[in-house]
Protein backbone atom coordinates (compact mmCIF):
# COMPACT_ATOMS: atom_id res chain seq x y z
CA UNK A 1 0.00 0.00 0.00
CA UNK A 2 1.53 3.20 -0.83
CA UNK A 3 1.08 6.56 1.53
CA UNK A 4 0.26 9.94 0.66
CA UNK A 5 3.73 10.37 -0.63
CA UNK A 6 4.02 7.37 -3.10
CA UNK A 7 6.17 5.18 -0.67
CA UNK A 8 5.03 2.07 0.04
CA UNK A 9 4.67 1.17 3.72
CA UNK A 10 3.72 -2.04 5.25
CA UNK A 11 1.21 -3.19 7.38
CA UNK A 12 1.13 -5.75 10.28
CA UNK A 13 -1.64 -7.76 11.55
CA UNK A 14 -1.47 -9.99 14.58
CA UNK A 15 -3.88 -12.19 15.50
CA UNK A 16 -3.42 -13.81 19.12
CA UNK A 17 -6.00 -17.15 19.15
CA UNK A 18 -6.00 -19.00 23.08
CA UNK A 19 -7.60 -22.42 23.08
CA UNK A 20 -8.20 -24.06 26.19
CA UNK A 21 -9.78 -28.06 26.16
CA UNK A 22 -11.17 -30.02 28.39
CA UNK A 23 -10.57 -33.61 28.89
CA UNK A 24 -12.91 -35.61 30.73
CA UNK A 25 -11.91 -39.06 31.50
CA UNK A 26 -14.33 -41.81 32.58
CA UNK A 27 -13.70 -45.69 33.00
CA UNK A 28 -16.76 -47.78 33.43
CA UNK A 29 -18.58 -44.59 34.26
CA UNK A 30 -15.95 -43.46 37.13
CA UNK A 31 -12.78 -42.06 37.75
CA UNK A 32 -9.93 -44.77 38.36
CA UNK A 33 -7.98 -43.11 41.52
CA UNK A 34 -5.17 -45.54 42.50
CA UNK A 35 -1.90 -45.22 44.93
CA UNK A 36 0.97 -44.92 42.44
CA UNK A 37 3.89 -46.03 44.16
CA UNK A 38 6.52 -44.10 42.02
CA UNK A 39 4.46 -40.91 43.04
CA UNK A 40 4.04 -42.01 46.95
CA UNK A 41 0.38 -40.81 46.35
CA UNK A 42 -3.06 -41.18 45.33
CA UNK A 43 -3.26 -40.45 41.26
CA UNK A 44 -5.83 -40.76 38.12
CA UNK A 45 -4.68 -44.25 36.66
CA UNK A 46 -5.95 -44.67 32.87
CA UNK A 47 -5.82 -46.95 30.51
CA UNK A 48 -2.93 -46.59 27.73
CA UNK A 49 -5.50 -45.96 25.26
CA UNK A 50 -7.07 -43.23 27.17
CA UNK A 51 -3.84 -41.76 27.65
CA UNK A 52 -2.92 -42.18 24.01
CA UNK A 53 -5.95 -39.72 23.10
CA UNK A 54 -6.07 -37.12 25.85
CA UNK A 55 -2.24 -36.19 25.27
CA UNK A 56 -2.71 -37.14 21.53
CA UNK A 57 0.43 -39.63 21.02
CA UNK A 58 0.13 -43.45 19.91
CA UNK A 59 -1.04 -46.19 22.20
CA UNK A 60 3.05 -47.51 21.27
CA UNK A 61 4.03 -44.62 22.39
CA UNK A 62 2.55 -45.24 25.91
CA UNK A 63 3.92 -48.69 26.27
CA UNK A 64 7.69 -47.43 24.92
CA UNK A 65 7.32 -45.08 28.10
CA UNK A 66 6.23 -47.90 30.06
CA UNK A 67 8.77 -50.25 29.17
CA UNK A 68 11.52 -47.81 29.64
CA UNK A 69 10.34 -46.97 33.02
CA UNK A 70 9.53 -43.43 32.38
CA UNK A 71 6.07 -43.43 33.86
CA UNK A 72 4.68 -44.67 36.26
CA UNK A 73 2.20 -47.35 35.95
CA UNK A 74 0.53 -50.48 37.91
CA UNK A 75 -1.50 -54.11 36.80
CA UNK A 76 -4.25 -54.57 38.11
CA UNK A 77 -5.10 -58.74 39.02
CA UNK A 78 -7.11 -59.03 36.28
CA UNK A 79 -3.94 -57.89 33.73
CA UNK A 80 -5.21 -54.53 32.91
CA UNK A 81 -2.39 -52.01 32.52
CA UNK A 82 -2.81 -48.18 34.00
CA UNK A 83 -0.52 -45.48 33.78
CA UNK A 84 0.05 -42.72 35.76
CA UNK A 85 -1.54 -39.48 34.46
CA UNK A 86 0.41 -37.47 36.67
CA UNK A 87 4.08 -38.87 35.50
CA UNK A 88 3.01 -39.02 31.97
CA UNK A 89 2.34 -35.40 31.87
CA UNK A 90 5.70 -34.71 33.15
CA UNK A 91 7.12 -36.58 30.60
CA UNK A 92 5.48 -35.19 27.79
CA UNK A 93 5.29 -31.66 28.75
CA UNK A 94 9.16 -31.15 29.37
Known sequence: MTGKDGVWRKRRKEITVEMNEVFVIRQAGRKVRAWCVGC??????????????????????????????????????E?????????????LVR
Do not use: D
Open 40 to 77: GAEVVMVTPEAAAIVWGVSTRTIYCFVEAGKIHFLETS
Open 79 to 91: GLLLVCTHSLMQV
